[in-house]
């Protein structure tokens, strides 16, 4: 089953404590993001990543750090986080970014409350 | 900043009733999408479009881009209470980065039986 999977799910946390969230996919999709969703904002992309090794910054990126030594996993890193990133992330990914080939699967979310 | 203007933020109707929603932007698209996303999951593609004119149907959902690649409309008939949940488009702007998406703020769709 086409699957990505992010964890956890939920998370609380305190500022200043490092935290990583984990984002596999199981499809070999070259492009992988992370996304940010607020009340009143809507979905907001933080990184993205187009292949192996390649990655860029969205539209908030501050505070935010990824990586993408594989081509399965794509983890979001909070090095120091802070209240104001409390929100509700996801992870997606594709085989093309913005192809009509492009299907984009999202995973099911993370929670983080940063206090 | 590009942005992505969607219109109603909030639309409650009855069953059986037809909609619209719209996006639109001041800038061009090279390709643009809708999602359908319902509480506590991630958003899932519904359709997407890139080139201008172009029109989707699947179902009771027809989709439409603009001539120009700068806005679109979603088109819902005969609504039924599955519909409900909140509809996003989102698209990747001309001679910018494939890799960026741009999400509208989404709109909010409650059909009552």
């Known amino acids: 089953e086409a699957q990505v999977t992010q964890n956890p799910r939920y998370l609380i946390t305190v500022t200043g404590k490092k935290l990583t969230v984990t984002c596999s996919q199981n499809?070999?999709?070259?492009?992988m993001s992370w996304y940010r969703q607020d009340p009143g904002l809507g979905l907001r992309q933080i990184y993205y990543?187009?292949?192996?090794?390649?990655?860029d910054k969205g539209d908030v990126p501050e505070g935010y750090k990824v990586s993408r030594k594989e081509k399965r996993n794509f983890p979001l890193i909070l090095e120091s986080p802070s209240p104001n990133q409390t929100s509700l992330y996801f992870c997606?990914?594709?085989?093309?970014?913005?192809?009509?080939?492009?299907?984009?699967?999202f995973g099911a979310g993370t929670r983080l409350s940063v206090l | 900043t590009q942005l992505l203007e969607q219109s109603p933020q909030f639309l409650s109707i009855q069953e059986g009733e037809n909609l619209t929603v719209y996006c639109n932007s001041s800038?061009?698209?090279?390709?643009l999408q809708w999602y359908r996303q319902e509480p506590g999951e991630g958003p899932v593609l519904l359709v997407t479009?890139?080139?201008?004119?172009e029109v989707k149907k699947l179902k009771r959902l027809t989709f439409q881009f603009g001539d120009a690649r700068k806005d679109s409309s979603l088109h819902i008939t005969a609504a039924q209470p599955g519909d409900t949940g909140l509809y996003l488009c989102?698209?990747?702007?001309?001679?910018?980065?494939?890799?960026?998406?741009?999400f509208g703020k989404g709109t909010k769709l409650s059909v009552k039986p």
């Open positions: 499809m070999n999709h070259e492009y």
């Open positions: 989102a698209g990747v702007f001309y001679g910018g980065s494939q890799g960026n998406l741009i």
């Open positions: 990543s187009m292949n192996v090794e390649v990655t």
């Open positions: 479009v890139v080139t201008g004119g």
């Open positions: 800038s061009v698209f090279s390709s």
């Open positions: 997606a990914s594709s085989f093309l970014a913005g192809t009509t080939k492009n299907i984009q699967y």
